[in-house]
């Protein structure tokens, strides 16, 4: 079965620095890995998508996540935080191709400071 | 705006009661997924339709039942209702394929009282 594990619940970032939000998977075949932000009170946000290819995927508003088999990691990285990134953050893997479901990791919930 | 359109946005009602959640996916989707997000399970998978018909299903619970209709919007009913049923109700929407990401739209939150 498929699983996702965020090991950080919670990541107090200062604006301007650097963040990565942790994700390790479980999944019998290639996986397809995404990253979705929620912002209070709205709906998820599609950041980034990996599905084959280059392992390091580019996404909106300065995300990019790098894809290692080896770890079963999709970890998602910005250079340089801004304060509306105050967010909670979901990595998901998934569909299959008989099982089109997404299973999500519990989010890791990121606080901005100034 | 992903393009997925939920109503309404806040549902505030009672146990026992019965509520109906609409949904209306991106156009040009077929797919139309329902997930359930709640502060103990997270984000959890319902039930996926595909062209008006049932395609997968999770953890739902037999009080839960949906359907997707010709012109491919959806809704969630939800009956006997139960103080845990309080949560925030996704739908997300795709084309159909395994490298096609669902978007996701804003969501009804539920509030059983």
């Known amino acids: 079965a498929q699983s996702v594990t965020q090991p950080d619940i919670h990541i107090t970032v200062s604006e301007g620095a650097s963040l990565e939000l942790r994700c390790n998977y479980s999944?019998?075949?290639?996986?397809?890995l995404f990253w979705y932000v929620q912002s209070p009170g709205q709906g998820l946000q599609l950041l980034l998508k990996y599905f084959s290819g280059d392992t390091l995927v580019q996404g909106i508003k300065g995300f990019e996540a790098e894809f290692k088999r080896s770890q079963s990691s999709f970890n998602l990285r910005k250079p340089s935080v801004h304060w509306s990134d105050a967010a909670e953050y979901f990595c998901a893997v998934g569909p299959s191709s008989n099982d089109y479901k997404l299973s999500f990791g519990a989010g890791t919930t990121v606080t901005v400071r100034a | 705006d992903s393009g997925v359109t939920q109503t309404p946005k806040h549902l505030i009602t009672a146990t026992g009661q019965r509520v109906t959640l609409r949904c209306s996916p991106r156009s040009g989707d077929l797919s139309v997924y329902w997930y359930q997000q709640s502060l103990d399970q997270g984000l959890q998978f319902l039930i996926q339709?595909?062209?008006?018909?049932?395609?997968a299903k999770g953890n739902i619970l037999e009080r839960f039942s949906a359907q997707q209709f010709p012109d491919l919007h959806s809704e969630l009913n939800l009956s006997s209702l139960e103080l845990g049923d309080s949560a925030l109700y996704f739908c997300?929407?795709?084309?159909?394929?395994?490298?096609?990401?669902?978007?996701f739209g804003d969501g009804t939150r539920l509030s059983i009282l």
């Open positions: 997300a929407s795709s084309p159909l394929g395994a490298n096609q990401p669902q978007h």
């Open positions: 999944y019998g075949a290639t996986p397809y």
């Open positions: 339709y595909y062209n008006g018909e049932e395609r």
